[in-house]
């Protein structure tokens, strides 16, 4: 099953169940990926639907970090609840051991040696990791891994 129909049939499981929360995050979700199939004139795969889902959580993770810095905890909650719905939609995460060992095989694969092969090693990487990992904390891992 896709996961766009995967989306759509949680929709309709959420309106059922009269879960208003659920029901408004998977409507946001399938509204974000339509919105990037309209403005690029294409049809997202999986891959392209977790990478809507995956820059969805990192909103909702800046909207919780905002909030509680300006004390509205109440709101941060909402974000919360929120990025656990999507995160129901998104693949495993990978575990520190799998993030190491990609990132070596990445290194090994590229015979990169210095910061100049960073390009290189990341353009492996995204595609593996793609909403199974903060690529962030990734590239700051295979920067410290090539400057050692």
């Known amino acids: 099953m896709s ?31 339509k919105q990037i199939e309209i403005d690029d004139k294409i049809v997202l795969d999986d891959t392209g639907i977790i990478g809507v889902l995956t820059k969805m959580v990192k909103q909702r993770r800046d909207s919780i970090e905002m909030f509680t810095k300006g004390g509205r905890v109440e709101l941060a909650e909402k974000e ?44 492996i990487l ?8 903060d690529l962030g904390a990734v590239s700051g891992q295979v920067r410290a891994a090539l400057n050692a």
């Open 3 to 33: 996961l766009l129909s995967q989306l759509k049939d949680e929709m309709k499981n959420a309106m059922r169940a009269k879960d208003k929360l659920r029901l408004g995050v998977i409507r946001m979700a399938l509204s974000a990926i």
């Open 80 to 123: 919360a609840a929120e990025i656990k719905v999507v995160e129901d939609f998104l693949p495993q995460p990978l575990s520190a051991d799998e993030i190491a060992n990609l990132i070596t095989q990445a290194i090994t694969q590229t015979q990169a040696s210095s910061m100049a092969d960073m390009g290189k090693v990341m353009a």
């Open 126 to 133: 995204k595609p593996a990791m793609q909403g199974k990992a």
